[in-house]
């Protein structure tokens, strides 16, 4: 049974450019949802994807934009970034029933420089 | 605001022991969830154990347990036998709509 994966492993940009970062989520989930880690810091929540829509977002600027794929898979994309957005991005995917558990994958460290 | 706070920044336990690691947190629900994740140096996070708070009874996996008083928004994790693999940063989280609200962690070390 495949977990959470995303990608790339690490990325190094330079301010003012844009990424985008990839998430597949575990098998039988349909709900993924981004968070950004700054080191030292607990995950913050951006927004999570359900039905191929935004269905809640965090606070966070307009910057930060996703996507959601009929496969479910999903792409965090930021814009214009900043020295501060750099960071442990973290995709968790999760079923919309039961316990609604999220389960994590191994992380994008992106660094901007 | 949901707010959780994990008020140990540093624990240490000797190898075989037991220890314990404190959360609380802040709400006006009255059902909702609770998770305990873990985040080795790795950097994966991942689930250690969770609560439902309609469920009076503490949740268990094998050595993992929880004293969760639901009146003093308190949630605790107690390690049991502890090992060098469970060596890693501890994060407390509450479930609020879809989203989860994290703590700041506690970094706990287990010594040979």
């Known amino acids: 049974d495949a977990g959470v994966t995303q990608s790339p492993t690490h990325l190094i940009k330079t301010r003012g450019q844009q990424v985008t970062l990839r998430c597949s989520p575990k098998?039988?989930?349909?709900?993924v949802s981004w968070y950004q880690q700054a080191l030292g810091q607990g995950p913050q929540f951006i927004f999570q994807y359900y039905e191929e829509e935004e269905r809640q977002r965090g606070n966070f600027p307009d910057r930060f934009s996703g996507h959601q794929f009929p496969n479910y898979s999903s792409e965090l994309n930021v814009n214009a970034l900043l020295l501060g957005d750099s960071a442990l991005y973290l995709c968790?995917?999760?079923?919309?029933?039961?316990?609604?558990?999220?389960?994590f994958g191994p992380g994008t460290r992106l660094t901007v420089l | 605001a949901q707010t959780v706070t994990q008020s140990q920044p540093e624990m240490s336990v000797q190898e075989a022991e037991t220890v314990t690691l404190s959360c609380t947190y802040d709400t006006s629900e009255n059902n909702y969830y609770l998770f305990w994740y873990k985040q080795p140096p790795s950097r994966q996070m991942i689930l250690v154990i969770r609560?439902?708070?309609?469920?009076?009874q503490n949740a268990t996996e094998n050595r993992f347990s929880v004293n969760f008083q639901k009146a003093a928004k308190s949630f605790s994790l107690k390690i049991s036998d502890s090992q060098l693999g469970d060596t890693a940063m501890y994060f407390c989280?509450?479930?609020?709509?879809?989203?989860?609200?994290f703590g700041a962690g506690t970094i706990l070390r287990v010594k040979s």
């Open positions: 968790a995917s999760s079923s919309p029933r039961g316990t609604d558990t999220q389960y």
């Open positions: 989280a509450f479930k609020y709509g879809n989203k989860l609200v």
């Open positions: 098998s039988g989930h349909d709900t």
């Open positions: 609560q439902e708070a309609y469920k009076q």
